[in-house]
Nanobody, 127 residues
């Protein structure tokens, strides 16, 4: 079983940046794809970005391309989401997930089948 803990959320102004962190507990970290998802109040959860830990392959939702960057530090079992040029629409609870499947558009589009989830961290972008 993989335990995931997110951190780094907070309150920022439009245009500012935040870096979220996802700490994983699993010793076989390299076998997983890790994804970031978000859910705003009254909206469905949506995939933001994912990374395949072994090969470093990444995939991004169109609405964050050019603004967000996902990366990993395999030695620390950490996955990061660098968020730049934040908008009010980015306000949401951000959660990370881990699964044996490949990082792809399907990984982000169908999150309900992913195996492990953290509790999330709140990002609030104020104008």
């Amino acid at each position: 079983e993989v335990h995931l803990v997110e951190s780094g959320g907070g309150l920022v102004q439009v245009g500012e940046s935040l870096r979220l962190s996802c700490q994983a507990s699993e010793s076989t970290f390299d076998d997983y794809a890790i994804g970031w998802f978000r859910q705003a109040p009254g909206k469905e959860r949506e995939g933001v970005a994912c990374i395949g830990i072994n090969y470093g392959d990444t995939y991004y939702a169109d609405f964050v391309k050019g603004r967000f960057t996902i990366s990993s530090d395999n030695a620390k079992k950490m996955v990061y989401l660098q968020m730049n040029s934040l908008k009010t629409d980015d306000t949401a609870v951000y959660s990370c997930a881990a699964d044996y499947s490949h990082c792809s558009s399907g990984y982000l589009k169908y999150p309900n089948g992913l195996d492990y989830w953290g509790r999330g961290t709140l990002v609030t972008v104020s104008s």
